[in-house]
């Protein structure tokens, strides 16, 4: 199952990419073809923000990954915590927040230390 779940988070980051390469005017940058995730991370919900940013949560240890769609760099934006998952991820209309559902394990909270929801 867990195999299953990583499989389809990283088949949805693919499609991601490859729709928004797919609507890029003709003459324009093209996006990467995979963008590499950290060792270990197991991807699951996955959420753009603003421009080119996108957010993947690991359900390894809830950890919060923060990349560029563009260039395929990133970094890990929310570090895990032993216990934790991170499987529902939503940026907010604005793209001013980031708002992380705890899965099985009941906690929700943001990618920082408080509850709800991250400024990002």
């Given at each position: 199952m867990r195999r299953t779940l990583a499989i389809t988070g990283v088949a949805a980051l693919v499609a991601?990419?490859?729709?928004?390469?797919?609507s890029a005017a003709?003459?324009?940058t093209t996006f990467p073809e995979v963008i590499a995730l950290p060792?270990?991370?197991l991807p699951e919900g996955i959420a753009v923000g603003r421009?080119?940013?996108f957010y993947s949560g690991s359900r390894a240890d809830g950890?919060?990954?923060r990349g560029d769609l563009r260039?395929?760099?990133g970094s890990i934006f929310a570090p895990g915590v032993p216990g934790?998952?991170?499987v529902g991820l939503k940026v907010d209309q604005r793209g001013r927040y980031l708002f992380v559902a705890g899965g099985p394990t009941g906690t929700r909270g943001r990618a920082a230390s408080t509850p709800?929801?991250?400024?990002?």
């Open positions: 991601t990419v490859a729709a928004l390469t797919a003709p003459g324009t060792n270990g991370w421009g080119s940013t950890a919060i990954y260039t395929g760099e934790r998952v991170a709800a929801m991250a400024r990002i």
